[in-house]
T-cell receptor, first 112, second 116 residues
Framework: AQSVAQPEDQVNVAEGNPLTVKCTYS??????LFWYVQYPNRGLQFLLKYITGDNLVKGSYGFEAEFNKSQTSFHLKKPSALVSDSALYFCAARTGFQKLVFGTGTRLLVSP | KAGVTQTPRYLIKTRGQQVTLSCSPISGHRSVSWYQQTPGQGLQFLFEYFSETQRNKGNFPGRFSGRQFSNSRSEMNVSTLELGDSALYLCASSLVGDRGISPEAFFGQGTRLTVV
């Protein structure tokens, strides 16, 4: 069965510092990997995706993610965090036409 | 281009009633999926429709059903509502291109259902 793990319920970082939100996956075949962000009482906003090719993918709002096949990881990163980045972040995976499988989410808190 | 539109945004229903939620996908998107989000269970997949056919189904009881119309709009129905059905219901659409379904899904704002 396909699964996505986000080992941290919450990540705290000071504004201006780099941030990392961790994600590991377990899927059969070549995965499509995604990061989404959710603000309170809102839907999920697409941030970035990995399909194939370069292991470092860049997305919206200065976020990027690094695909590591050997470690089956797809960590979300940003060089300099903003208070406005505080939100709930979801990692997701799918293969082919299979359903999207989500991690449990990581709450990011950026302090001023 | 308009995003995924879900109506209504908020809904309060009584136990035992039924409810219908609506989702209009992004223009040109023919795949629509539904998810239930709760604090305890996170994001749970309900079902996916493509060209009016259900392609994937999650592990929900038969009280949860859906359908897709020829214009790709989708509805989700929950019958005999229970308190535990209170959740944010999210709809997502995906583009179907020449090579199949585009892998990323775009989400609507959700419908917040409260069962009392």
């Amino acid at each position: 069965a396909q699964s996505v793990a986000q080992p941290e319920d919450q990540v705290n970082v000071a504004e201006g510092n780099p941030l990392t939100v961790k994600c590991t996956y377990s899927v059969s075949g070549n995965p499509y990997l995604f990061w989404y962000v959710q603000y309170p009482n809102r839907g999920l906003q697409f941030l970035l995706k990995y399909i194939t090719g370069d292991n470092l993918v860049k997305g919206s709002y200065g976020f990027e993610a690094e695909f590591n096949k050997s470690q089956t990881s797809f960590h979300l990163k940003k060089p300099s965090a903003l208070v406005s980045d505080s939100a709930l972040y979801f990692c997701a995976a799918r293969t082919g036409f299979q359903k999207l499988v989500f991690g449990t989410g990581t709450r990011l808190l950026v302090s001023p | 281009k308009a995003g995924v539109t879900q109506t209504p945004r908020y809904l309060i229903k009584t136990r035992g009633q039924q409810v219908t939620l609506s989702c209009s996908p992004i223009s040109g998107h023919r795949s629509v999926s539904w998810y239930q989000q709760t604090p305890g269970q996170g994001l749970q997949f309900l079902f996916e429709y493509f060209s009016e056919t259900q392609r994937n189904k999650g592990n929900f009881p038969g009280r949860f059903s859906g359908r897709q119309f020829s214009n790709s709009r989708s509805e989700m129905n929950v019958s005999t509502l229970e308190l535990g059905d209170s959740a944010l219901y999210l709809c997502a659409s995906s583009l179907v291109g020449d090579r199949g379904i585009s892998p990323e899904a775009f989400f609507g704002q959700g419908t917040r259902l409260t069962v009392v």
